[in-house]
């Protein structure tokens, strides 16, 4: 199970880094601590420069992992007016989950079998109940959002070169997977219900806001831990729907 977590895996070490790469963009590294002890770490990962200062980290590529991605769905989320940081750790959390290939077409790390299209999840949806139906709707959500955020090119071609379904299927099915996981008992056990909810509500906005970040993000130079993390994933993923 996909859960926002992200945020609260960050430390002493990660607020010392981002003071000093802000520094570097011309804060005041005092200003910045007495923040921190004022409002937290939210007020150095909210701040409107962290995104920038770590692309411009000579090391960026040694940046560790779920820092970089948060910072920079976050600033994403943002510029969209998504002011929610549930949905920004969520989100992220997709998006570090999802960045090996083994599990973005799995509901679960552990569970064997492969969806690699989301009607084979409705279908598999409406034969299932309990914990794994469960697992199936949210997944339905995870994998659209992370297919229309971060893929968008490769579903315009897709619509281009054989009549594919467009951006317009994969809101709907997102916000449909995300809906159904909200009124599943187990996200209200979970305490997950409302982070669904908000994502089916506000499904178009992160889509738009991952688009966001896709094009920011995932391919400058030098290359960004996001960049190279997803190496993992592309060759295999276009080589699957090229021959689709």
Known sequence: MILPDVRTSFGRDDAARLVQLLAREGEDPGHLEALVAERGIDALLDHPKAARSLVREPGVSRLPLALFSYVALRRSLLDGGVESRLLADYVTSIFLHFASEARVHRIAEHDDREYHYLVDLV??????????????????????????????????????????????????????????????????????????????????????????????????????????????????FEAHWLQA
């Open 123 to 236: 279908e598999a949806i409406a034969d299932s109940d309990g914990r794994h139906g469960f697992l199936l709707r949210a997944h339905l959500g995870n994998f659209a959002l992370w297919l229309s955020g971060l893929f968008p090119d490769w579903i315009g071609h897709r619509v281009q070169r054989k009549g594919g379904p467009d951006l317009g299927y994969y809101e709907a099915m997102g916000q449909t997977g995300f809906q159904l996981a909200a009124d599943d008992p187990f996200a209200r056990r979970q305490q997950l219900d409302g982070c669904y909810r908000d994502a089916a509500r506000t499904f178009s906005s992160l889509r738009v806001a991952m688009n966001r970040f896709s094009d920011r993000f995932l391919t400058p130079r030098p290359a960004s831990p996001v960049d190279r993390v997803l190496r993992q994933v592309v060759d295999e």
